[in-house]
T-cell receptor, first 111, second 115 residues
Framework: QKEVEQNSGPLSVPEGAIASLNCTYSDRGSQSFFWYRQYSGKSPELIMFIYSNGDKEDGRFTAQLNKASQYVSLLIRDSQPSDSATYLCAVRGAGSYQLTFGKGTKLSVIP | DVKVTQSSRYLVKRTGEKVFLECVQDMDHENMFWYRQDPGLGLRLIYFSYDVKMKEKGDIPEGYSVSREKKERFSLILESASTNQTSMYLC??????????????FGQGTRLTVV
């Protein structure tokens, strides 16, 4: 059974701080990794994906991947109250159709 | 703009009813998925389909079936609804073959309550 683990939170950070969200996965054959944001009562929407070891930056968001440690993280710089949501980590194995999701981390950015 | 549309936003059904949840995508995606999302349990895959008339069980298929007669439409069927099927149901679609950057696009969700 492929597993994706996330701290459920809530993670509270003050406005303007860096929020750090973490995810570990059990399947060493995992190929690509996705971060989705889900506002309360809404459907998940993709923030970014990563598939190579290292960092990938997109605006205020940075995804980090360490395949040796089976660890992926999302950093949100200059956090805003509008970033308050649940963040879902999702993993796909090589050639697999489906994404396996973690349970999500709830982030609250305090004004 | 990509679009996955679920037929109902909210649905209330009685125990024992047969329930149909419909999902339509306009992106010509080969793959379609049905998930349910429950507090503390996250998103769990019920069924997916990688082609018309093809289907595969996900992690929690019991009590559900699916139908895919056309590429753009994927239906989830609750044969005899039970209260433990009260949940948020999310449909998603994606391209095939899945590349490293192939994301899943989600519909708006159907909140089903079985009473």
């Amino acid at each position: 059974q492929k597993e994706v683990e996330q701290n459920s939170g809530p993670l509270s950070v003050p406005e303007g701080a860096i929020a750090s969200l973490n995810c570990t996965y059990s399947d060493r054959g995992s190929q690509s990794f996705f971060w989705y944001r889900q506002y309360s009562g809404k459907s998940p929407e993709l923030i970014m994906f990563i598939y190579s070891n290292g960092d990938k930056e997109d605006g205020r968001f940075t995804a980090q991947l360490n395949k040796a440690s089976q660890y992926v993280s999302l950093l949100i710089r200059d956090s805003q109250p509008s970033d308050s949501a649940t963040y879902l980590c999702a993993v796909r194995g090589a050639g697999s159709y489906q994404l396996t999701f973690g349970k999500g981390t709830k982030l609250s950015v305090i004004p | 703009d990509v679009k996955v549309t679920q037929s109902s936003r909210y649905l209330v059904k009685r125990t024992g009813e047969k329930v149909f949840l419909e999902c339509v995508q306009d992106m010509d995606h080969e793959n379609m998925f049905w998930y349910r999302q429950d507090p503390g349990l996250g998103l769990r895959l019920i069924y997916f389909s990688y082609d018309v008339k093809m289907k595969e069980k996900g992690d929690i298929p019991e009590g559900y079936s699916v139908s895919r007669e056309k590429k753009e439409r994927f239906s989830l069927i609750l044969e005899s609804a039970s209260t433990n099927q009260t949940s948020m149901y999310l449909c998603a679609s994606s391209l095939d073959p899945p590349e490293v950057n192939t994301e899943a696009f989600f519909g708006q969700g159907t909140r089903l309550t079985v009473v």
